[in-house]
Structure formats: structure tokens, C-alpha cells
Nanobody, 122 residues
Framework: QVQLVESGGGLVQAGGSLRLSCAASGSIFDITVMGWYRQAPGKQRELVARITSGGNTNYADSVKGRFTISRDNAKNTVLLQMNSLKPEDTAVYYC????????????????WGQGTQVTVSS
């Protein structure tokens, strides 16, 4: 199967920066989209940013202009540079990959990391 491992979360003051990274490994056939989602306490998981293998990106309105997503297709890694962080960015951030594994080359599915905590203090 496909495993995703995140790193880079932590505690930062408002206005600060953090960079999250995620590496996919295992029986990867291809990954169409990689992205980041987040879930704050008592709220639903929401999309933060995603990037296709061709480099097309989507961002949540709340992070546009502050967060930047990038990807290395050869290494199956995705980065999320988060600047000008706000207390409302506090959440568990999950890496997501949408693609095919070697065990099933016909169907794409979602794969998730275990999550990394980001806490922004005011």
C-alpha cells in the first residue's frame, strides 16, 4: 500500500511561519493529486491546498496569499509553506494523496497521513 509521513508541525506565534512536509512511500504506481487538509476541534476536515502532478494548485480562500504548496513528483513529496500564521490556522494538518498503488492500477483512491499538529498562539 501507500504510506504518507508528515513532519514540520509545531507551536508558533501569530505572524510566524511553519513548513510542513509529506513523503509518500510504498507501492506507488502514480499519484495524481497531493494536498493538505486540516481539522480543528469540533470542525469538519477541510481542504487547505492541493497540487496536481502537472503543477495546478487550489487553495482555500482563508489561506490564499499566505500558504504555498509545492511538489516534487520524482520524490513523491509535497510541501506546505505557511506564512503569516493566524490563531485560526490551529488544527491537525493531514497530508493526502489521490492515486493508484501497484496493487490496484485501475482505481484511484485517497491515502492519508497520520496528521501533524499546528498550533498558533495569539
Amino acid at each position: 500500500q501507500v504510506q504518507l509521513v508528515e513532519s514540520g508541525g509545531g507551536l508558533v506565534q501569530a505572524g510566524g511561519s511553519l513548513r510542513l512536509s509529506c513523503a509518500a512511500s510504498g507501492s506507488i504506481f502514480d499519484i495524481t493529486v497531493m494536498g493538505w487538509y486540516r481539522q480543528a476541534p469540533g470542525k469538519q476536515r477541510e481542504l487547505v491546498a492541493r497540487i496536481t502532478s502537472g503543477g495546478n494548485t487550489n487553495y482555500a480562500d482563508s489561506v490564499k496569499g499566505r500558504f504555498t504548496i509545492s511538489r516534487d513528483n520524482a520524490k513523491n513529496t509535497v510541501l506546505l509553506q505557511m506564512n503569516s500564521l493566524k490563531p485560526e490556522d490551529t488544527a491537525v494538518y493531514y497530508c493526502n494523496a489521490f492515486g493508484k498503488s501497484d496493487y490496484d492500477r485501475l482505481n484511484r483512491r485517497d491515502y492519508w497521513g497520520q496528521g501533524t499538529q499546528v498550533t498558533v498562539s495569539s
